[in-house]
């Protein structure tokens, strides 16, 4: 059984609507024990739309599961896109700021990447050794060389 239902056929009326007026009120409210608080449904149009012109546009907070979680069949579960600040910010206070895991790619960057930090990674260490032995069979060479004009000229 529904408690407040609103039907309409107007593209410009709310088939529900909420206003609070009051500072730091909700609009809006909706609780459940076990099932979602608030559902929102469409067959063609966003499923949920949410504006605000002086805080976040979506806040979400969880305690023991991800606060957000985006999934898409076909798409990207997650865009994230801003005219003058970054397309997406990650920071944590005692694990990874971003994880990334693909079959083909954990990232893909199209564009100048900074970094600011090491980069840790066994594959860099294991040619940064095998550099630093060229460089010194290359300075071994440069000796030898130099060493055999030496006796050429002499000659």
């Known amino acids: 059984m529904v408690n407040v239902t609103g039907t ?3 593209s410009s009326i709310a088939g529900v609507f909420g206003e609070n007026t009051g500072q730091g009120g909700v609009g809006v409210a909706g609780v459940s024990d ?3 608080g608030v559902r929102a449904v469409s067959k063609s149009g966003n499923g949920l739309s949410a504006f605000s012109t002086g805080s976040v546009g979506v806040f979400a907070e969880a305690q023991g599961e ?3 979680v985006g999934n898409s069949k076909s798409n990207d579960g ?3 896109v801003s ?3 970054n397309g997406v910010s990650a920071f944590s206070t005692n694990g990874t700021g971003i994880f990334a895991k693909g079959p083909t790619n954990a990232g893909f960057f199209e ?3 900074v970094i600011t930090g090491d980069i840790d990674n066994d594959r860099i260490s294991l040619l ?3 550099i ?3 460089e010194h069979v290359v300075l071994q060479l440069q000796t030898t060389v130099n060493a055999l004009a030496t006796v050429s000229h002499a000659h």
Do not use: I, S, W
């Open 111 to 113: 564009g100048d990447v």
């Open 66 to 68: 991800p606060g957000v």
């Open 8 to 10: 309409t056929n107007e």
């Open 128 to 130: 940064e050794a095998r």
């Open 34 to 36: 076990t099932g979602d």
């Open 132 to 134: 630093q032995q060229l």
């Open 83 to 85: 005219q003058d600040g």
């Open 78 to 80: 997650v865009r994230a």
